[in-house]
């Protein structure tokens, strides 16, 4: 039985030919659609049509063929109809909606083609010599003769091969299997002698039904490879295809001038973003165009333009955007952009800007200055880009992340380079705003998180001098409030508390963060943590409290810093978490997660102990920190209590001896060998820490002391609890005459004999109801303003003692610069109600009440 390869004859053509026939086809379809005066289809063929000649130029230069001239006729009139269309308003008037909207790109895209490939004197030429109606050029008549040659196989003869296939499966001569490919003279003079009938009885002849062997089947295989193999060696016009990389070179009897160096280029590009170009080999051809550019001497016009394009390309090596780059190839483009940044910085005759057209860049006339399209700045941005992702695929762990945290020196070094380069051509108006911006950004954002020793002086300078930039020049707001935090980070790292509270303060972000972009909220959420810090390196530890809570009651510390991915993947899809792994920040910005949950502790310790010393008559206690309150619950709910072993533990360990009033067994649990090494070491000023911690546990211990046994006691010896706590007298005195002032405690202080003399004031049960009954009903009121204040509009900013709860009750605080700052509470309750914190208060629905004048 004939295989279906035997059916028809085999004709062999050359690859011209085949060309030739793919062009015409797709002419003869954009021509349909010109007498259709569909142009949105003849836009899309047009494009279809420049693609396969582009393909076809290898092959018509690899066989000596010019350009054919039904392909410069078909553009000549594709021309002129779409010209006479663009000028005559009423038919442009009658077009439709989308043929309307593809009038004008197919005029452009015709016009520029034909500019880029050198195409214009062809263009002239023909118009000037035009073929006459119904003319054939030699190119269509070869193509014709090539058709008459090899006629198509008919039915008769096809019946004829299935019979004499049969004939030869059926015979043993291994010689039937050695096929050729000349024409059987034989089979030709009987085909000759036989009617249309019997051509047509054979055609449609029932075959023998016969199953075929393996043999039969190898078989055919060798012979059709065999004919393949006749075919290439019989025809003269094909060559064999290497697979070796295509280098680009220049005919050797050409001189390569602008225009060829340019056209040579453009066809380099042309395969950019192709499915089938070898990215690695693209660069290299784009380096080679480079040295011959400089070797020739064409110019900085030339050389810019092609180093932009090697940039452009070393960054398009990766097939996704998502993908990071390789190491090598990141230093690579390091180099290259430096070395193009190097050159526009010391020369002013080339202008590279985003803002030039293609049409008017000059890269071959030295009386002008070279205009070239472009931004060395997005590139300097992106290469950033690319140095951040590396950072965040790299082991952080390992030595592996060191080496690559070397090149962030070489990037800021670029990023300075790349500002000195904008303050010295920003006069010429080749920068977008928003492109400047970006570059004082990117400054920033490598400085904002680094504690300078020495220098710190111009250090500060320099950030001043970079924020106030963006701050003049933004106008889309997001990199000014980025900006804004950077400089309170930065502010709050170098202990200037009371410059970067202020600022923060004045920018009101904590009541337009939650309308920001997702980087902008882990830039504050980042910023409120640091700024806690510094509030607890000063002192201030009911701002610290508060400044830490916002991150530290939600259970995601990590999470809402980025620098860890959620631990629930479930309730996000793979999309979401890769880009949540995206916005992490490199290891070496992290914020250390443990230090901040000591120094969140350790205030909560400082300010929840003395407060449940003072509640202990109420039947509703009020929280300052349920985290801490499950820590102590907690411990109690253990049936065996060991030695603290990591530094939560130790807190815990610590708040029940000051609970007790026992301040030296408190103090040894926080300042010992082991917080040293996984807390107190951190800080860069580690002793005046230290010191003012104990202070304050001092301090704290003796209040609590006071409201624990203020039933027990009578009179109290003001030498005693100056020698009980280490404080000096007058520091007892002071902090005694404070708690009755505030009516903390009940007792008056007897200077005669030095003592303390206490009211024995036990609350009835009658009293503690009426006590309890006013909170719930205070409570109620809280809750009706509430759920009215966002209906009558009334709310706002309600006083200096809105800005955190308790400001109004202790005065003291005011001599230590005691000023809450703002900032919006993200999960979980924080305050004693259980109600959101005062950071960033919006109207009545976060105010909060003065309390009782109890603890604080």
Partial sequence: MAGPEEDEKRVVRAQKDKKFDELKSLIKQNRDAKSNKDLNKLLTGFDTLAKAYDKSKTIFQRQNVTNPRFYIRFLVEIEDYVNKLWEDKEAKAALSKNNTKALSPLRQKLKKYIKDHGLTDLVSDYRANPDEDGYETPDDENDEDDFEEVPEASPGRQAERAADSESE??????????WSSEPDTNSSDDEENVTKMEQLRRYFLKKEFREESKDDKKDKRKRVI????????????????????????????EEVTHDVMIKKLNEV????????????????????????????????????????????????????????????????????????????????????????????????????????????????????GELAKILQNADCHSNDYIEKLKAEKDMCQ?????????????????????????????RIEHTYYKYQDQNVGEVAKTMDYLCNKIYTLDDEKRLRQRAM????????????WHRARDLLLMSHMQAIVDHSDVDT???????????????????FIREAHQGLSEIQNTQRA????????????????????????????????????????????????????????SCEFEMRRRMLSRSFHYQLKQSEKASLTGPPENTREHVVAASKAMLNGDWKKCKDYIVNEKMNQKVWNLFHNADQVKDMVVRRIQEESLRTY?????????????????????????DVHSIISKMIIQEELSATLDEPTDCLIMHRVEPSRLQMLALNLSDKLQTLAENNEQILEPRTGRGGYQGPGSWFPGRNERQGDKQKGSGGFQGERRGGPGGPDGKRGNWGSQGGQQRRHPQKPRAF
């Fill in 558 to 613: 990590k999470e809402l810093l980025a620098q860890a991915v959620g631990t629930r993947p479930h309730e996000k899809t793979a999309e979401q978490e890769k880009i949540d792994r995206s916005r992490q920040v490199p290891y070496h910005m992290h914020i250390n997660v443990e230090l901040m949950e000591c120094v969140y502790l350790i205030c909560s310790m400082l300010l929840e102990i003395p407060h449940m010393a």
């Fill in 521 to 539: 909220q882990i830039l504050y959420n980042r910023t409120i943590c640091q700024l806690g810090l510094c509030a607890f390196r000063h002192g």
């Fill in 414 to 442: 670029l990023i300075e380079k790349a500002e000195n380069y904008v303050e010295l051509r920003n006069h010429l108006g080749i920068f977008d705003k928003h492109e400047v911006c970006k570059v004082y950004m990117m």
């Fill in 226 to 253: 065999k004919v393949k193999e006749v075919v290439e060696e019989d025809d003269d016009d094909w060559t064999p295809v290497s697979r070796e990389k295509s280098v680009v070179h220049f005919d050797p009897n």
């Fill in 169 to 178: 499966s059926d015979s043993d001569d291994d010689d039937s299997f050695n």
């Fill in 706 to 730: 006071l409201l624990t046994y203020s039933t027990v006691y009578s009179t109290v010896s003001l030498k005693k609890l100056a020698s009980l706590f280490d404080l000096s007298k007058k």
């Fill in 485 to 496: 935090l950077c400089h309170v980070y930065f502010l709050a790292v170098h202990d200037k």
């Fill in 269 to 384: 590009m042309s395969a950019r973003g192709k499915r089938t170009t070898d990215r690695n080999q693209h660069v290299a051809n784009l380096q080679k165009l480079l040295e011959v550019a400089e070797e020739k001497q064409l110019g900085l016009g030339i050389s810019v333009k092609i180093s932009f394009c090697i940039i452009s390309a070393l960054f398009e090596l990766n097939a996704k955007i998502s993908d990071y780059m390789e190491y090598e190839t990141f230093m690579n483009t390091l180099r290259t952009v430096n070395t193009l940044l190097d050159l526009l910085i010391t020369t002013d005759r080339v202008k590279l800007s985003v803002t030039y057209a293609e049409e008017d860049e000059n890269l071959k006339d030295e009386n002008e200055e070279y205009r070239i399209q472009g931004s060395i700045l997005i590139a300097v941005q992106r290469l950033d």
